[in-house]
Nanobody
């Protein structure tokens, strides 16, 4: 039941960059396993990246390797997704997610979700 708020989405040209942010209460943020997912129209929600509570371990989907970076600042209660070299196929609503326990690559691993932020990449 953690409130998560995403920001930073927008319209960008192919090859451009965006940085998404997801904020939660800093009082509990350091206890949460966090992740980014995305969902394009007509498609299932798919895994983008995850990060452990301490930030000591990260994992990205294969299509994001070399382009996206997930990070977190527990003092600020904020998780980031730095997206570079954006492609039209990256267009989707991006959601942040949190788990009080273990979170990996599956939607069902996470119980708390933000409302999503739209990322549109034009060509």
């Amino acid at each position: 039941q953690v409130q998560l708020v995403e920001s930073g989405g927008g319209l960008v040209q192919a090859g451009g960059s965006l940085r998404l942010s997801c904020t939660a209460s800093a009082l509990i943020f350091s206890k949460l396993a966090m992740a980014w997912f995305r969902q394009a129209p007509g498609k299932e929600r798919e895994f983008v990246a995850r990060i452990t509570p301490s930030g000591g371990d990260t994992n990205l989907a294969d299509s994001m390797e070399g382009r996206f970076t997930i990070s977190r600042d527990n003092a600020k209660g904020t998780m980031y997704l730095q997206m570079n070299s954006l492609k039209p196929e990256d267009t989707a609503v991006y959601f942040c997610a949190a788990s009080w326990t273990f979170g990996d690559r599956h939607v069902g691993d996470y119980r708390s979700w933000g409302q999503g932020t739209q990322v549109t990449v034009s060509s």
